[in-house]
């Protein structure tokens, strides 16, 4: 792609009608529209909250895998976001992308919320801090950020269309903001609207949103786009300044469509320049990171991208409890063997990231047993280890991609591609790939011997299994369009003669899971294969594109079989390591949890395992809270998110003290579901959800009404000790000033996390106990001290939404400065005076 800038306002000239309507939607679901008689090209974009996937669903090329949102934001480390943004720039030209769809920066509203992982927190001003360096760092390599999703996308439950209904107030002080903040400090190429209504309006079709907030008060210039499928009108949509429909082809945007709109005079010519005009910016900005027109999308293996994944990931993981310093554990023993257990469904699962649009095909994945052994052998293997599942996890069959083999002993599946369905005569093979994953979306599945439009077909996904066990096998099959599992010619799984609507898939479009059991015997080689058919096969839903099939199997094993083992193990060692949580099938787009529970017997393998051993640490994985009703008793308690590529290392880095822990809770932890904010209002009922709790959210709302919760926002332990001392709080009309020496007091270098909030001493209306405003993290030697300043302006530091004026109003009173390393331990205060009460809009 040359590099050359576009003259926009020549080309508005030039171009005509049809060729402005083609611009104002997508080519297809990754493209803009080319026109090449004036030399304007097509940019790519790209799915990326935690890693690039590229344009394939289908077999795509491997990706690195960052942490989860929430993850990230538990860093607390703008630095580390920014370095984190670089390399999401870096990997998006290697996927020939241009633009990066996100960050996500909606708030987490609701343990519940089903894409709360890939947000960042329950706190605006975090989320805009991680949202806007995030950026940064996808800018500095001239790829463009779209931020999203604009805004109060905070559930997963008919989202398309739920109207959200909530006060000027919270809307701007906590839905907004984290956007405020983003488009003030890092101006992001692009930003997409999200999907649902907000009082009785679509974000898509809000000219209070999009005109006079986004555009006349926020002065944002960039790009607009919907979110995929996100568009419900034709007039309306481009009246509101939604500059580009996605995906394409157009749907709302057709030739026919909007010509009749413009030659009825129901859309001004006008409104066509403007939207085209946002559509040639976004492509001038993507320009400039010189990616050229015969990219071919590559895996990024440079060793250095594994090391800064891997430093996220350490930072991100946070110790919640140490009793006894059980924590960090020795690689080496001294005195005999010591035995540790390694028991749980997430020890040999690899739980990288939430489901949905952020999940990927990860470059490689280190599970937490594979980091824990490779601790150990670090030691000289004077420790052992033993492993024992203990509970089931999986809602549905796991992937058995890197169980299966083909003929050549290598790990994956074999694709075979046929234009006519099982048992035909003289069937013929048109294609054939080798896949690493029984998880298998064929949305964009391509290939030269089928004709354009042509979705029926079908496939056999096959490979070999030698069971290491002799037992009982289950095997399970969901799809989006016909789908039986044979065991060496036997049928096992039969989702094809009667199918049942489930949750597989995007939106829950395809078959709940069938399942079948057969048995196996030790050491025997066994075929294994998946005969699928695309959708137009589905008996539920035919008019559904290509499909998919996601099957697989394991050892038919009673939970209260695996839970004896591993209470038996338990008994036996010296150590337990319990490695338990969620996973993408709990936490995913498309749906919102239930509950806040972990599925399954976790609770109850943790309970008993305690009672036979009181040397257990719990790592704990999920996006988002979980209850824990056993975390009185356990005397080491680690929360490690979905951790990308990483995750096995990370957290035996910080299990073995090869890292010492500074990662603070991006979200309140509350002890139940009953006792969340927005518990009484969450969800869509009759097509609205009430945003009760107003602006009181996550710690905001626990603080005011003396909740007690389990672990408080912004908290985390650490191998050392810190102190702070020495508060200094400067303030004059622009801005307040805070300095504050933090001495690391322990024997371990580590990181703290200064944490600024203010109160106002008087307030006319009600407000937070308190509020975050600023933090800063530090890195200090042991003895160490150093003095860290936050600058905050004084407009941030003590508006209010005065919905009244509807304006942000200052107002002249006294302000406490609360520093400290959670919301629930404050160490020094300060205070600082304003002169005047003033009120102010913009960023």
């Not at 790009?223 to 429909?245: I, P, R």
């Not at 060692?573 to 995913?588: H, P, Q």
């Not at 672990?711 to 622009?734: C, I, M, N, Q, R």
Request: hydrophobic share 35%; charged share 25%.
């Amino acid at each position: 792609m040359g590099a050359q800038e576009l003259d926009i306002e020549y080309l508005i000239k030039e171009l005509t009608l049809p060729e402005k309507i083609s611009l104002l939607a997508g080519k297809d679901f990754w493209h803009t529209f080319p026109i090449e008689r004036l030399n304007i090209p097509s940019i790519r974009v790209s799915d990326g909250p935690n890693g690039i996937r590229g344009t394939k669903f289908f077999n795509s090329v491997p990706s690195n895998c960052f942490p989860c949102g929430t993850g990230l934001a538990a860093t607390f480390n703008k630095d580390l976001w920014v370095e984190a943004g670089e390399l999401m720039g870096k990997e998006a030209k290697m996927k020939g992308a241009h633009v990066i769809l996100g960050p996500t920066s909606n708030i987490v509203r609701s343990p519940l919320g089903g894409r709360a992982f890939e947000s960042y927190s329950e706190d605006p001003l975090l989320s805009g801090h991680a949202a806007s360096n995030i950026i940064k760092g996808i800018q500095n390599e001239n790829v463009v950020a779209c931020l999203k999703h604009f805004v109060c996308n905070d559930q997963e439950d008919d989202r398309r269309g739920v109207d959200t209904l909530l006060t000027d107030r919270a809307l701007r002080e906590i839905y907004l903001k984290p956007f405020q903040i983003a488009l003030r400090d890092s101006e992001p190429g692009a930003l997409m609207t999200s999907y649902n209504k907000i009082r009785g309006i679509h974000v898509s079709e809000s000219k209070e949103l999009m005109q006079d907030i986004l555009r006349d008060e926020y002065k944002y210039e960039g790009t607009t786009m919907s979110d995929w499928l996100g568009t419900n009108s034709t007039k309306a949509a481009l009246d509101a300044g939604v500059n580009l429909e996605m995906p394409g082809p157009a749907r709302f945007r057709t030739q026919l469509q909007v010509t009749h709109e413009i030659q009825s005079k129901r859309i001004h010519a006008q409104t066509i320049d403007d939207n085209v005009r946002g559509v040639l910016k976004l492509i001038n900005r993507a320009l400039k990171a010189g990616i050229p027109d015969d990219v071919v999308e590559s895996a990024n293996e440079d060793p250095a991208s594994s090391e800064l994944l891997r430093k996220v990931g350490d930072e991100s993981i946070v110790l919640l409890k140490n009793e006894g310093n059980i924590l960090p554990l020795s690689k080496t023993s001294v005195a005999g063997q010591e035995k540790i257990a390694v028991i749980g469904p997430n020890v040999k699962a690899a739980q990288d990231s939430g489901g949905g649009s952020a999940s990927l095909t990860a470059r490689y994945k280190v599970t937490p047993w594979e980091g824990i052994k490779k601790k150990i052998e670090e030691g000289g293997n004077t420790v052992s280890l033993e492993y024992s599942l203990g509970a089931f996890l999986d809602k549905n069959m796991p992937d058995v991609g890197d169980i299966l083999e083909n003929d050549k002993g290598e790990k994956g599946v074999t694709a075979k591609f046929y234009k006519t369905a099982p048992g035909t005569k003289d069937r013929q093979q048109f294609a054939e790939r080798f896949l690493p994953t029984t998880k298998l979306c064929l949305f964009d599945f391509k290939d030269p011997e089928l004709a354009p439009g042509e979705v029926l077909f079908y496939a056999d996904f096959e490979g070999y299994f030698t069971p290491e066990e002799t037992a009982d096998y289950e095997f399970g099959a969901s799809v989006m369009g016909t789908a039986q599992v044979f065991v060496d010619g036997k049928l096992v799984v039969d989702n094809k003669t009667k199918q049942t609507k489930g949750d597989a898939f995007f939106l829950a479009m395809g078959t709940r899971e069938e399942r079948g059991t057969v048995h196996l015997e030790k050491g025997k080689k066994y075929h294994v294969k998946c005969e699928f058919g695309t959708a137009p096969t589905y008996t539920l839903d035919p008019t559904q594109e290509i499909g998919g099939a996601f099957f697989g199997f394991r050892i038919d094993s009673p939970q209260e079989t695996e839970l004896t083992k591993a209470i038996e193990l338990a008994k036996s060692v010296d150590k337990v390591i319990l490695v338990v949580g969620l996973s993408k099938e709990w936490e995913s787009e498309g749906f919102d949890r239930s509950d806040m529970d972990i599925p399954g017997a976790t609770n109850q393998l943790i309970e008993e395992v305690l009672k036979v051993n009181k040397n257990v640490v719990i790592v704990n994985q999920s996006g988002s809270p979980v209850t824990m009703p056993w975390a009185e008793k356990v005397p080491a308690l680690v929360h490690a998110w979905y951790g990308g590529n990483e995750l096995g290392n990370t957290i035996a880095d910080v299990l073995f003290g090869d890292v010492n822990p500074s990662g603070k809770l991006s979200m309140s932890f509350p002890k139940k579901l009953e006792d969340t904010p927005s518990y009484l209002n969450y969800g869509s009922i009759n097509g609205q959800v009430w945003y009760g709790e107003d602006i009181f959210v996550g710690y905001r709302y626990y603080e005011k009404v003396k909740q007690d919760v389990l672990f408080p926002f912004g908290f985390g332990l650490s191998y050392t000790t810190f102190d702070f001392k020495d508060l200094s709080v400067a303030a004059d009309d622009e801005n307040v000033t805070v300095s504050v020496k933090v001495t690391n007091t322990g024997s371990v270098d580590g990181s703290e996390t200064v944490q600024v909030y203010i109160e106002q001493s008087n307030p006319s209306v009600i407000r937070p106990v308190k509020e975050l405003k600023e933090f800063g993290k530090v890195f200090l030697k042991a003895g160490e001290t150093k003095s860290v300043e936050v600058k905050i302006s004084i407009k941030e530091a003590t508006s209010y939404w005065n919905g009244y004026f509807s304006k942000w109003e200052s107002t002249k009173d006294t302000y406490k400065v609360l520093v400290g390393n959670s919301s629930d331990n404050i160490i020094v205060e300060g205070e600082f005076a304003t002169s005047k009460t003033f009120y102010w809009l913009g960023l």
